[in-house]
């Protein structure tokens, strides 16, 4: 006998990337920032007390608030603290989408992009909401029509990854406004990777006369990539002052730790120290380009800290290059999906990692 609700029996989990245990490995499969957290934010764990860690901490992360508030010309109360933005990606959902037990033609799901994140997928079927698929172009740009399809079908969310993921991809800000300013529910610009990237979509959400003020849109954000503290899971959101005070009502009371209230805090604060690795980041996102276009990979355009490349045809395809570079201790990323089965998403690493990959690419015959 089992007793779950029949979506989550039927439900594919999501599959996230590979993390071996092997410590001498060369992780570029699942984005993470090569460089370690600043020494600040190393201080600020040591420096909480026991006496902290006996009471409950600030429901809201205030102190958070208030410094991501200040970083980014926002209101406190615009924005909302989370464990990892994967929290927040389900607390949207848990807001927003109706459960209505149909995969499509019911108003109250999901509009996506084919492709993009995956969790998206699974956390619409989790909360069995119908969830609406609109493909990219052949260089990932959106179509002209994306708002009106997921209108059409009853999309109360539609999620942009910016940069795009997993292409890499920047869609200007008149895009995303023009897309925002055409749906009819909330737009979820989820910028996981905006710091290796020369511009945000903040003006949509700041205030006027500094923004635009829209209502219906979401700026989702994470510590993950660009601050280096994916194990910490410190995520947020940033939106109009009715979607956060909306989402604050259905999250968890305590969803984010003392810990980590302090080392995001922090974080946050020490942004320009931080920035110094998005830097080196960029630089070797670059070199890399040049190091693949020059083994004949065709290399999609890229405002992240990964690429995504396309192995050179009639020679040994992607599936088997992956493999190689995992028996060499390499890990890259390799999608089985229909159109990304020729590709490979490489993360940037430090340079000698980098050179580490260049040269066993050379070696793979
Ligand atoms: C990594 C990633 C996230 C999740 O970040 P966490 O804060 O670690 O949960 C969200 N969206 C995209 C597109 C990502 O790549």
């Not at 970083?71 to 929290?87: C, K, L, R």
């Not at 300013?181 to 990777?193: P, R, S, T």
């Amino acid at each position: 006998m089992s007793y779950e609700r029949s979506n989550i029996r039927k439900l594919a989990a999501y599959v996230p990337g590979e993390q071996p245990k092997v410590s001498k490995l060369i992780k570029l499969n699942t984005n993470e920032n090569p460089y370690p957290p600043v020494p600040a934010v190393m201080k600020a764990i040591a420096d909480v007390q026991g006496d902290h860690l006996r009471r409950y901490p600030s429901p809201t992360a205030q102190g958070f608030r208030e410094a991501a508030a200040r970083v980014h010309h926002v209101e406190p109360e615009q924005v909302i603290a989370t464990n990892g933005s994967d929290e927040l990606l389900r607390l949207v959902m848990t807001v927003y989408c109706e459960p209505s037990g149909m995969r499509t033609n019911q108003p109250g799901g999901i509009g996506v992009t084919n492709p993009t994140y995956s969790l998206y997928s699974v956390l619409a079927d989790i909360q069995d909401t119908p969830e609406i698929v609109v493909d990219l172009d052949d260089d990932y740009g959106m179509p002209s029509d994306l708002s009106d399809r997921w209108n059409a079908a009853g999309c109360k969310l539609g999620f942009i990854v910016n940069p795009h993921a997993p292409s890499g991809r920047f869609y200007e800000l008149h895009e995303i406004r023009k897309v925002a300013e055409k749906f009819d529910g909330v737009l979820i610009v989820d910028e996981a990777y905006v710091d290796f990237a020369e511009h945000d979509a903040l003006e949509l959400v700041r205030q006027q006369p500094d923004g635009l003020g829209l209502e219906n849109v979401l700026v989702t954000r994470t510590l993950s990539k660009g601050y280096s503290l994916a194990g910490l899971r410190f995520g947020y959101g940033i939106g109009s002052h009715k979607i956060i005070a909306a989402l604050d009502k259905a999250r968890d009371s305590y969803n984010t730790d003392i810990l980590s209230q302090a080392a995001a805090t922090t974080a946050i604060e020490a942004r320009d120290a931080v920035a110094e690795s998005w830097e080196k980041v960029i630089l070797e996102r670059d070199r890399m380009r040049d190091e693949l276009e020059k083994r004949g990979y065709k290399v999609f355009p890229s405002a992240a800290n990964f690429l995504l490349t396309v192995p050179p045809k009639g020679r040994v395809g992607a599936a088997k290059i992956y493999q190689s570079l995992a028996d060499k201790g390499i890990y890259v990323r390799y999608f089985t999906h229909d159109n990304m089965c020729d590709k490979l998403r490489i993360t940037v690493g430090t340079p000698e990692q980098n050179d580490a990959l260049y040269n066993a690419l050379d070696q793979i015959k």
